[in-house]
């Protein structure tokens, strides 16, 4: 182990406070019980209860769900296929197109994307009369765009990492291009998919600004209802519901946090 | 000549032996005081009370099995690591609160730690400038130092564009560039293929002894700290088990650690049954047979002591030899045939083995031992070393 | 061998550049898997900037959708009008030069501070023991999990008048009077570096990660005292990660729009705020479009440029 010097020590610190006092403050403000929230009035699991029976929230939340597992796994889908046409296919028509095309929604700033997204929307109902008006559907196409790049990028580093006998191996087993696919690169990139598949859920639950330009009315999405509430000042409803994603959240890292560190601890031992 | 600047100590020309290995003399001052160094990491003792001491120009290795505490007693010379207890003085002055960056000791890493953001030459010049050593200056020295380890034409290549040894030439020129008071080496072959390795050995002994730079050698490599070094330490779970030139140890090991550790061995356990001042009788149950050593050794009567005997120090035919001590019967198990040598494995009827090496000096292939013939084995009664440990 | 070159046409296209000599069957398999993405991404994602294009060109009208059409169909002659007014209009109001730049300065001055928070942090991360380095890689993979939304609102209820900060500060007696926070361009500051820290610290860590001890050491061995070593190695070895990080974090926040929306005051002007407000509030879409349009010239042309020669030298080394 190295030393370093020890202010090194005390700014990391200071900078875990940093990302961590705004999180903790939401929480335990999510438990008060007084209105005002910046008094403590006591303990209560009052705006949980309030929480549930708003129907605004709860239906925003079901929308958000919805278009969520719909892209992230159309995405997954798609940005599979461009990861792989990537990496394994060499030089293909198209290729550069393909690559740049892939790699352009990582930089782009998401009010362009949602501002062109809605003018092609209308465009194309204004032509075909497709897609009529704007909703859930609208909203998981915007998504899968720009999730999918994500994948892509995933999948390729993963792909790149792979060590390319296996497939070799396979080839020369006798395995067709199109079963080598199915049988030993999916498996292989498996883990890839997962990943990808978390961060574009991840991703769309949580877009403001697209859901905002593509989405109609009555398909609000949760993160749309939360700004529109959020605007007009600091509500503990919102704490509570900020204090129940985190929970998930939390979980879900700790248990995979838990996995890697069981990993490395087996991993000396072998 | 160039070379003179960064002698420290005119090369010696056939000089007496005693200015070649001042070790031997008893009024020559060391260099280099290792004094009652421990270092504890928690319960863990990695180096365990080490006193030792180095001469000027010395070429001095330290060769132990891994976790055998070598590698901490050279980064406490470092800087790296600071001793438990105990003191370390170079030159007379005691280093041990001095940091790394101040130390008159330069290291050469085992993975050579080559800056990869850096050229050769200013990898080279880094530890000059950071000195302050004026431009011109570095520049000079830099380029002298690149000539002498063969390296002046590579100068503005990135380390990953150079092959392994010359990696290991830029490592070595960078670490002997400030002209150290003591130049440490960890593993300094161990990253090179073999044959690479025979030649840089070389080379490094001539730049050693061209520079006169006190070196100190860590390696897990018996052969090489034998061809390398003027005196070895051998260690093992953080002690010095014994000092001394490579013949010392391989011919004189002063316990079993070291007889094993230093090339192969034959060793026998056995009692001591006739102790004089000139001879000893030893007795052992598994050869099934009496040895007899023409020296005597000092020892507790009865004390269980071992024989040892080096694998070419055996003589091994068919027709059994006159001596009458020292004389095995026993069946080849196995051969292997190595080219210069074969190496043979001998079972006595007792079911223990014992290693026969013999110069191949005839071509001829009728006359060569073979697997299941019955051999005697003999050697002389000075080839036989008895240890107590 | 022979089996090996009747079933490796796809390792054999791999090595060779020219897909012709592939034996025919293949090609339009492998055309066709290819074009789903690229037709997809096509229609959703080149083909919306054209329209964008197109309705730049055109005038607000009070229709649905509220924009002049660019072809007039008068009976016998067909008529283009271009009306290159909302791009004369953005260089006369000097609000979305304004803008333009004042993103780029906040983006820039956030990026940097990012940095030096996220340094240490990594740093301390890297040179942990493999067990603690899982649990803080947690702490930091955590808040980048969570929702943005939520983070930034967490910092609303933190910096307004009567909110925590405050508090803690007239409690300690450091002021007399609640410091106006909430609403201000520090705010915004605040909530960038915040949101983006995450990004920051996982390229440098990952950077830190690969930096081998026996080079630290090297480097004190020659003479470097520790803050030497940090500059002189410490920081070149990291540039990859440094250059990663400050793009991940500079990218986004170029364009944020509900950072300065839900932190920042009305005057504090962002390039994506403003697109929000012209096609949101002012409903006016040719003008938004053109607004896109420059953004999409002067910002996002530049840093894929940037991007891609990092790419390339990157690759180089």
Redesign the interface.
């Known amino acids: 182990?190295?030393r370093?010097?020890g202010?090194?020590?005390t700014?990391?610190w200071l900078?875990?406070i940093?990302?961590?006092?705004?999180?903790v403050?939401?929480i335990v403000?999510s438990f008060n019980a007084s209105k005002l929230?910046?008094v403590w009035g006591g303990f209560s699991f009052k705006w949980y209860a309030e929480l549930l029976q708003n129907d605004q929230i709860i239906d925003a939340a079901m929308v958000s769900l919805k278009v969520a597992v719909s892209s992230a796994t159309l995405a997954v889908v798609?940005?599979t296929?461009?990861g792989?046409?990537l990496s394994?296919?060499?030089?293909?028509?198209?290729?550069l197109?393909?690559s740049g095309?892939?790699?352009?929604?990582l930089?782009?700033?998401?009010?362009?994307t949602g501002?062109?997204?809605l003018?092609?929307f209308?465009?194309l109902e204004?032509m075909f009369g497709w897609p009529s008006g704007r909703g859930t559907t609208t909203v998981i196409?915007?998504h899968?765009?720009f999730c999918?790049a994500y994948v892509?990028v995933i999948v390729q580093s993963r792909l790149a990492s792979l060590d390319?006998s296996l497939?070799?191996a396979a080839?020369?087993l006798?395995?067709?291009?199109?079963t080598?696919f199915f049988l030993v690169t999916l498996p292989l990139i498996a883990p890839a998919l997962i990943s990808g598949w978390l961060l574009s859920f991840?991703l769309s639950?949580?877009d403001?600004?697209i859901a905002?330009?593509v989405s109609g009315p009555g398909n609000s999405t949760l993160?749309m209802v939360?700004?529109s509430k959020?605007?007009l000042?600091?509500t503990p409803e919102?704490?509570a519901?900020?204090t129940l994603?985190?929970l998930v959240?939390?979980i879900?890292?700790?248990a995979?946090?838990w996995q890697?560190?069981r990993q490395?601890?087996r991993a000396p031992a072998a | 000549m160039q070379l003179s600047e960064y002698t420290q100590q005119p090369a010696p020309v056939q000089a007496p032996d005693d200015v070649q290995a001042p070790w031997r003399r008893a009024d020559a001052e060391p260099f280099v005081r290792i004094e009652n160094v421990s270092k504890h990491f928690g319960e863990f003792v990695a180096v365990d009370n080490v006193s030792l001491d180095i001469y000027q120009s010395e070429l001095f290795c330290l060769l132990g099995g891994s976790g055998s505490g070598k590698s901490t007693l050279l980064r406490m010379l470092a800087g790296f690591e600071t001793p438990t207890s105990g003191r370390i003085l170079i030159d007379g002055v005691d280093i041990s609160a001095i940091p790394a960056w101040k130390r008159p000791v330069n290291m050469m890493f085992q993975s050579y730690a080559l800056f990869p953001h850096l050229s050769v030459a200013d990898n080279v010049a880094f530890g000059l400038k950071r000195d302050g050593v004026p431009r011109a200056e570095v520049k000079k020295r830099v380029a002298e130092m690149l000539d002498l380890v063969q390296l002046g034409h590579l100068g503005r290549r990135k380390p990953h564009q150079l092959s392994g040894g010359q990696r290991q030439r830029a490592a070595l020129a960078r670490a002997l560039i400030k002209r150290p008071k003591l130049l440490l080496l960890d593993e300094p072959l161990g990253a090179l293929d073999k044959k690479l390795r025979e030649e840089t050995q070389f080379e490094l002994i001539n730049i050693q002894e061209n520079l006169g730079v006190t070196f100190m050698v860590v390696t897990h490599d018996q052969e090489e700290a034998m061809t390398l070094s003027t005196r070895i330490g051998v260690m093992n779970q953080g002690e010095i088990v014994q000092v001394g030139e490579p013949h010392d140890l391989y011919e004189y090991p002063q316990n079993r650690f070291v007889a094993e550790f230093v090339g192969s061995v034959n060793l026998f356990e056995g009692q001591v049954t006739e102790d004089e001042t000139d001879f000893v009788r030893i007795h052992s149950p598994e050869a099934g047979s009496s040895f007899f050593i023409n020296h005597g050794i000092s020892c507790a009567p009865g004390q269980k002591v071992w024989a040892a005997v080096r694998p070419e120090k055996i003589r091994i035919s068919r027709d059994k030899p006159e001596q009458a001590d020292n004389c095995l019967e026993g069946t080849i198990d196995e051969v292997a045939y190595m080219g210069s040598l074969s190496v043979f494995r001998v079972l006595l009827p007792g079911g223990r083995q014992i290693r026969v090496t013999k110069p191949n000096m005839a071509r001829r292939f009728d006359e060569r031992l073979n697997y299941r013939d019955r051999v005697w084995l003999s050697w002389s009664g000075d080839s036989c070393v008895v240890l107590t440990s | 061998m022979n089996s090996m070159s009747q079933s490796a046409p796809l390792a054999v296209g791999r090595r060779r550049p020219s897909w012709l000599r592939l034996p025919g069957r293949l090609i339009p398999g492998r055309s066709l898997v290819a074009s789903v993405p690229t037709l997809w991404l096509g229609l959703f994602f080149l083909i919306p900037f054209a329209v964008v294009l197109k309705i730049s060109l055109a005038e607000t009208a009070i229709a649905v959708p509220p924009y002049t059409s660019l072809f007039e169909w008068d009976g016998a002659v067909a008529a283009l009008s271009l009306n290159l007014g909302n791009y004369q209009f953005l260089f006369e109001d000097s609000l979305y030069l304004d803008a333009y730049l004042n993103s780029i300065k906040v983006a820039a001055i956030s990026t940097l501070i990012t940095l030096i928070i996220a340094f240490p942090m990594a740093y301390v991360i890297a040179r942990a023991t493999p067990g603690r380095r899982v649990v803080l890689l947690s702490l930091v993979i955590l808040p980048f999990w969570t929702s943005f939304l939520l983070r930034v609102y967490a910092w609303m209820g933190f910096l307004k008048k009567n909110g925590v900060v405050n508090d803690v500060l007239l409690s300690l007696g450091l002021i007399d009077q609640p410091l106006t926070m909430l609403q201000t361009d520090f705010a915004v500051y605040i909530g960038i570096i915040y949101t983006y820290l995450p990004f920051m610290i996982l390229p440098l860590y990952s950077a830190l990660e690969k930096l081998d001890d026996s080079l630290l050491e090297a480097a004190e061995d020659l003479g470097c005292r520790p803050l030497q070593r940090f500059w002189l190695v410490v920081v070149p070895l990291s540039l990859p990660g440094i250059v990663a990080g400050s793009l991940l974090v500079f990218i986004p926040a170029v364009g944020e729009f509900v950072i300065p929306a839900l932190l920042g005051s009305s005057d504090t002007l962002m390039i994506g705020r403003v697109l929000w407000d012209e096609f949101f509030l002012n409903r006016d879409w040719p003008m938004a479009s053109a607004v896109a349009t420059m953004m999409l010239l002067f910002l996002v042309v530049p840093i894929m440029l940037l991007r891609n020669g990092q790419g390339r030298k990157e690759e180089a080394a």
């Open positions: 182990m190295m370093y010097p202010f090194m020590k700014s990391a900078g875990f940093f990302l961590y006092a705004p999180i403050s939401l403000y929230v910046t798609l940005g296929l461009a792989f046409c394994r296919f060499g030089r293909f028509r198209g290729r197109a393909l095309m892939i790699t352009a929604p930089v782009m700033p998401e009010v362009i501002l062109s997204l003018l092609l209308v465009a204004g196409i915007a899968t765009t999918m892509a390319e497939e070799e080839m020369d006798g395995a067709h291009p199109s080598l991840t639950l949580d403001l600004v905002s330009f993160p939360i700004f959020v605007r000042g600091v919102i704490n519901l900020a994603m985190i959240v939390a879900g890292v700790l995979a946090a890697m560190r490395t601890r």
